[in-house]
């Protein structure tokens, strides 16, 4: 099944839940997000809870700049957070699949995130 939701990523986890939907999740497609600070411990925040009921890897695809001038976001401050927010309940990867730097404007990247809950960490109720 595909299940396609928008919102904010801050209430991701409580829209899915509204659905049942909280632990059918297996790939988060993602475009943008990244842009300030604030969204990106936002959008972190929402993946990690997403993916914590999980006991298989889930993957993020996500598009997005290197850099936003004037905000401080971007990839970079995106896989910094990911790993202090994320480093004790998950074992992460990170790939660059495409990186369009044309010289003429911000380079641009997509990522693969793989995430794999550590098992000793399970709750043994999910």
Request: glycine content about 8%.
């Amino acid at each position: 099944d595909v299940h396609l939701v928008y919102g904010a990523w801050k209430q991701l986890s409580s829209v899915l839940s509204k659905l049942g939907l909280e632990h059918k999740i297996d790939i988060i497609l993602a475009a943008e997000t990244v842009y300030d600070q604030t969204s990106t411990v936002d959008f972190c925040n929402c993946i990690l809870d997403v993916f914590a009921h999980r006991q298989q890897a889930g993957i993020l695809i996500m598009a997005t700049k290197r850099y936003y001038f004037g905000v401080g976001g971007g990839s970079l401050s995106f896989i910094e957070t990911m790993q202090k927010l994320g480093n004790r309940r998950f074992d992460m990867s990170f790939e660059t699949l495409v990186t369009i730097a044309d010289g003429a404007s911000n380079v641009r990247e997509i990522w693969l995130v793989t995430m794999t809950p550590r098992t000793e960490l399970m709750d043994p109720k999910t």
